[in-house]
Each structure stands twice: as C-alpha cells, then as structure tokens.
C-alpha cells in the first residue's frame, strides 16, 4: 500500500511537501529543490525533524510564476531579483 497522500488530500492541505509539489506541479524534484535553496520558494520548517512544509496555494502560485518567466527568457538572478521586488 502507498503511503503517498491522494492528490485530493494535496489540493486540499494547506501545507504540502516537496514531492507533494512535484505532483501539483509537474516540476521535476531537483527543480524544485533548487528553487528553495536559492530562497525562491516560501517554506516552514521545524527544527527537530527537518522536514520543509511550503504553504500550498503560495508555492504553486509562486511556481507557476517562476516557469512564465523561464518561458519568457529570464534568468534565474532576474528572476530572483523579480520576485524579491
């Protein structure tokens, strides 16, 4: 049996993982891995149990946003300038 959460569990959670997000998303893991490492990705994180928790509805949005500027041709340090804006 999968331990993996429906995706109607997902969309309806506030706050999902990482992998939850690639499921949303389509993004590959590493993608998004990099995105928050470069501090492009808003996230929660507990300090026992390392485990990030990114507010869903923000992230995907923020996600979507990321991908239509790659689209549009911008690089990742524009981009990062951008959302900081």
Excluded: D, W
Excluded at 77 to 84: A, C, D, F, R, T
């Amino acid at each position: 049996m999968s331990r993996q959460r429906s995706l109607e569990k997902i969309a309806a959670s506030e706050y999902v993982s990482i992998g939850e997000l690639v499921r949303l998303t389509g993004s590959r893991y590493s993608t998004l891995k990099f995105y928050t490492e470069e501090g492009m990705l808003p996230f929660e994180q507990e300090e026992e149990n390392l485990t990030r928790r990114f507010p869903r509805e923000k992230t995907v949005a923020r996600i979507h946003e990321i991908q239509g500027m790659k689209k549009q041709g911008c690089s990742i340090p524009e981009i990062k300038k951008l959302l900081q804006e």
